[in-house]
């Protein structure tokens, strides 16, 4: 900014683009010698008549919010600084009447717009090292996608970030505080100064993800009460996004040629419309839909009309375009499914924009139509050019992966995927962001295809890219299909804690957004049991899974042999047979998606694991012949036929079985656990020394959140509570012995029941008060302290404070120290 050629630089924008520290910024680069700073009218004035009068003036003038410009005397400082040689700095949240466009033109003004001073993503990750903040890549989509990268929101979220991971258990209530300030500084900075003239129209716009000046005219086709104001304000499209774009409320993206609102702004602005004017979310998204089918651009119409939130733009525009005999419009939302069904066949038979909504819609809850939706994409195949690229061909590939998987035929969805990737690497640039949608779609088939086959490592990469791209654009049906199906193969990858942040996240993401009851939340429900019984705990898990039982009936793919191996898990735990013949009852040929290579494989598991429930390892060494690893899998295949002979008895060809694994890093970490675990068990068996295999478990564990590989090694479990196996001093794992003994005592005995009153005590044993500290905080006498202490301590089988939180940890009951 200081090299600039122009004699005027403008940083022009709203609150809280950091106009004022660059200002700063450059005054101590330049130094104060060679700066002047102007902080009134009389200032301002008393420049221009130095400039007037020939005397000598700092090279550089800083003015700060430009609040005494555009008088008289402004006018004539803009013009006499470029006969002095000066340069002129100036911070304004308006456009300056004096810096006309001519002055752009020829070079002697320059305008620092909106899009210069929004953090880039290299810029948020040289703040975040300053802040001493790590974000994952997730978080810094996140963080992208929520501010936008306006500089003060940034900078309030990585400060709220680092002073939560600073406390010992981060709660969510910083999160609404720093919600609730971004909401305020919003509402009282920004939209506080657009003109009263403007912002019902502003409003209109922010329901729209994009715009044009076409498509905003759509959005603004009902008039709107506006206030009256001077001075000729703006009434066109064009004039609207030429004076949003002046004073900084919107950004340009060259490559569609479209303009967005800053996503805090419409955030703030769609949670005010939504308050006062309930329904006028979809009207708008209706007026435009139904503009672009009725002009031609089906396809582009297309993203509007598939997002699951916009039910009644759908039914709105098939109603308005295609005769008034449909079934009536109801505002809080008609079945799409019928909509579509009252469109006459003639009419859909010739778009096939239309007949791929009609084979979307065939999916939707509660009632979905696998033959529909096949009938429909073949229509659409006919009548699309195969041999020319087009959004709606790359959508049709797409959505024929999806429909291969629902066949179990994971050979044909690849074969779409290949030809689907072919027409992607032959458009442009330009084109690519045009079809970003779809991008996104294809991405998180691409994800979905890598998890049937078991490439959970490319699954992963494919669905985190979807994910953040469906970010990025605010697809946000995609983000959260993309978020629950990555926690789920994170936790396939045994990658335990990271697969409880993204099952969080996700979860919160769909209940935010609306989507809590649709049928791709049940990944997400298997997710948080295998979590709770990957550390050991089986309390409610049953519950857990029969909800994901429920939401999978309602899912074209559904995911019956994952959930098959939770109910199976759970069945070893407890020894109980109830969930073993749930899991059965998932593992059969009714299911067509298990005939996918990963899902077999699990179903194979499963089984394994049902017959081992039930005593029968013979019969589960039986169900194992058959099964084929996919690759990267064969580590899971050995230690549960390991577990079988264990069984019975052989635990010499076990751990030779063991032994030949070898350390290939693929295999996840909590498979590895159970291999070092089985092969403790086995020593122990042949009576050998376990403790080397103890330690490399040990090791693991500290990295991994996990307790079922010892829950489910009898001898090892046992030698564990015994405490003739136990962590080492140097181990960060010293309540290890107690955890196992509470686990394996609830798993087979129930979790023991606290009241209210002795949970909150045992949340306030945590702390370093004492008894007598605590007794006053919660207004009881240290007496009736002691005494619901001691009752704890009875129902957790703890002798001392340390072993109750240790227990209740354990359990679950309280939140970990990790």
């Known amino acids: 900014m200081a090299t600039t050629s122009a004699s005027i630089t403008v940083l022009q924008g709203p609150a809280g683009l950091g106009k004022s520290v660059l200002l700063d910024q450059l005054a101590q680069e330049i130094g104060s010698e060679r700066t002047t700073w102007l902080t009134s009218s009389a200032d301002v004035a008393s420049c221009a008549e130095r400039l007037t009068r020939g005397e000598h003036i700092a090279e550089v003038i800083l003015l700060d919010q430009a609040e005494c410009a ?276 003639e009419v859909l038979a010739n778009d096939p924009a239309l007949l791929l909504i009609a084979a979307v819609t065939s999916l939707r809850p ?109 697809a946000t049906w995609f983000s959260a299909n993309c978020a629950v199906l990555l926690a789920y193969t994170l936790v396939m990858r045994g990658e335990i804690a990271a697969a409880q942040h993204e099952a969080d996240s996700a979860l919160a993401l769909v209940q935010d957004s609306g989507l809590a009851d649709y049928q791709f939340t ?51 735990l407890t020894r109980d047979p109830i969930p073993g013949e749930q899991a059965l009852l998932l593992c059969g040929p009714e299911y067509t998606t298990n005939q996918l290579p990963f899902n077999a494989f699990l179903a194979g598991i499963a089984r394994a694991q049902v017959r081992l429930s039930q005593q029968d390892p013979k019969a589960a060494l039986a169900a194992l012949d058959d099964v084929t690893a996919p690759p990267g899998h064969t580590a899971m295949l050995v230690v549960t036929r390991a577990r079988a002979r264990l069984a019975m008895d052989d635990a010499a060809p076990a751990s030779r079985e063991l032994a030949e694994l070898t350390s290939d890093s693929v295999v996840p970490r909590t498979v590895r656990a159970d291999l070092y675990a089985l092969q403790a068990e086995c020593a122990l068996r042949l009576g050998q020394d376990a403790q080397p295999h103890f330690h490399s478990l040990l090791a693991l564990l500290q990295h991994v959140d996990s307790r079922r590989p010892i829950l489910l090694a009898p001898r090892l479990c046992a030698a564990v509570i015994a405490g003739h196996l136990s962590p080492p001093p140097s181990s960060h794992l010293p309540g290890l012995n107690a955890e196992i003994a509470t686990l394996d005592r609830a798993n087979h005995e129930g979790i023991p029941e606290l009241s209210d009153r002795e949970l909150e005590v045992l949340t306030a044993l945590v702390s370093d008060a004492t008894l007598p500290r605590i007794a006053t905080t919660l207004f009881v006498s240290v007496n009736t302290l002691k005494s619901t202490t001691r009752s704890i301590y009875r129902k957790l089988h703890a002798r001392n404070r340390h072993e109750a939180i240790t227990a209740a940890r354990a359990l679950g009951l309280l939140p970990s120290s990790g």
């Open 522 to 572: 049940d990944h997400l429900s298997i997710t948080f049991g295998l979590l709770a019984l990957e550390r050991g705990r089986t309390t409610g898990v049953a519950a857990i899974l029969h909800e994901a039982l429920d939401r999978m009936k309602g899912d074209a793919e559904p995911p019956a042999a994952r959930l098959a191996l939770a109910w199976s898990t759970l069945a070893l």
């Open 70 to 345: 555009d008088t008289d005397a402004w006018g004539e400082l803009v013009n006499l600084v470029r006969g002095f040689g000066a340069r002129l700095v100036v911070a304004t949240r308006t456009p300056l009447v004096a810096v006309t466009s001519g002055l752009t033109l020829d070079g002697s003004a320059r305008i620092v717009t909106i899009k210069d001073l929004l953090f880039t993503d290299e810029e948020v990750s040289a703040l975040a090292a300053v802040r001493r903040v790590r974000l994952t890549p997730d978080e810094k989509a996140e963080l992208h996608r929520t501010t936008d990268g306006w500089p003060a929101l940034v900078d309030a979220t990585l400060r709220e970030h680092r002073d939560t991971t600073r406390r010992s258990h981060p709660t969510h209530t910083g999160g609404h505080h720093r919600n609730d300030a971004v909401e305020r500084f919003i509402r009282d900075e920004v939209i506080r100064v657009v003109p009263a003239v403007e912002l019902p129209a502003l409003t209109n716009a922010a329901v729209l993800p994009q715009f044009d000046p076409v498509t905003l005219a759509a959005a603004l086709a009902e008039p709107v009460d506006q206030p009256t104001e001077p001075d000729n304000p703006p009434t066109s499209p064009t004039q609207l996004i030429d004076a949003w774009a002046d004073t900084g409320l919107v950004v340009y993206a060259p490559a569609t040629g479209t303009w967005r609102l800053l996503e805090p702004l419409r955030r703030s602005l769609l949670a005010s419309l939504d308050i006062k004017r309930p329904g006028r979310r979809g009207e708008v998204v209706s007026q435009v839909a139904r503009m672009l089918v009725e002009a031609g651009r089906t396809a582009e119409a297309l993203p509007y009309l598939v997002d699951a939130t916009l039910d009644h733009a759908v039914a709105e525009v098939l109603r308005e375009r295609w005769g008034s005999d449909l079934i009536p419009f109801a505002r809080t939302g008609p079945v799409v499914n019928e909509a579509v069904a009252a469109v006459s066949e």
């Open 366 to 474: 509660p009632n979905f139509d696998v033959a529909a939706f096949r009938f429909r994409l073949a229509q659409a195949g006919a009548l699309l050019d195969h041999d020319v690229f087009s959004g709606p061909l790359l959508t049709y590939h797409g959505l024929n992966m999806m429909l291969a998987r629902f066949e179990g035929d994971i050979h044909r969805a690849n074969e779409h995927e290949r030809v689907a990737l072919d027409l992607v690497n032959a458009i442009s640039s330009d084109e690519r962001n045009e079809h970003h949608t779809r991008i996104v779609f294809l991405t998180a088939q691409i994800g979905a295809s890598r998890l049937a086959e078991g490439d959970l490592a490319n699954a992963e990469i494919a669905l985190r890219s979807a994910r953040t791209m469906a970010h990025n654009n605010r």
